[in-house]
């Protein structure tokens, strides 16, 4: 089952919303949000807190491909996130999801016995490129015990 597959199985709104998992690695996760009139704004645009879940999604589809290898012991956890609108998004839209800091300086720490926090930056596009939106999600890796 891939990363996206288990997310659509495992986290209801994400199903709810139909998030497409397009891509899931390491060093990059892209999510789409088809445009769905029932998700619409009073604009006719995705309504904000389905952009927040789209962008939550996409970090946590990275965190999962950059750190599946650490389930036995410690457990993703996202603890605060921002997010900033910057354009109108109309139509679909697409989040693309990087790690802040290298995968292997977060295990290390996790390594010393310590619970590593890391951000996760996500930008928010439209179908003609524009960035309608900018999000950071804080996440943790909450040891086991």
Do not use: C
Not at 72 to 80: C, H
Not at 95 to 114: F, M
Not at 122 to 137: K, L, N, P, S
């Amino acid at each position: 089952m891939s990363i996206g597959e288990m997310l659509a199985a495992t986290v209801p709104m994400a199903r709810t919303l139909r998030l497409e998992f397009l891509e899931a690695g390491p060093e990059k996760a892209v999510v789409a949000l088809p445009d769905q009139s029932e998700f619409h704004n009073h604009v006719g645009g995705p309504h904000a807190g389905a952009m927040f879940t789209l962008g939550e999604s996409a970090s946590g589809a990275i965190v999962l491909a950059a750190f599946g290898d650490q389930l036995s012991r410690a457990v993703p956890l996202a603890v605060g996130a921002e997010i900033a609108y910057r354009k109108l998004a109309m139509g679909p839209v697409t989040a693309t999801a990087t790690l802040g800091r290298p995968a292997a300086e977060v295990v290390a720490q996790l390594d010393a016995g310590e619970r590593p926090e890391f951000p996760v930056a996500i930008e928010i596009r439209r179908a003609d490129g524009a960035v309608t939106g900018e999000m950071t999600v804080i996440w943790t890796l909450r040891p086991n015990g």
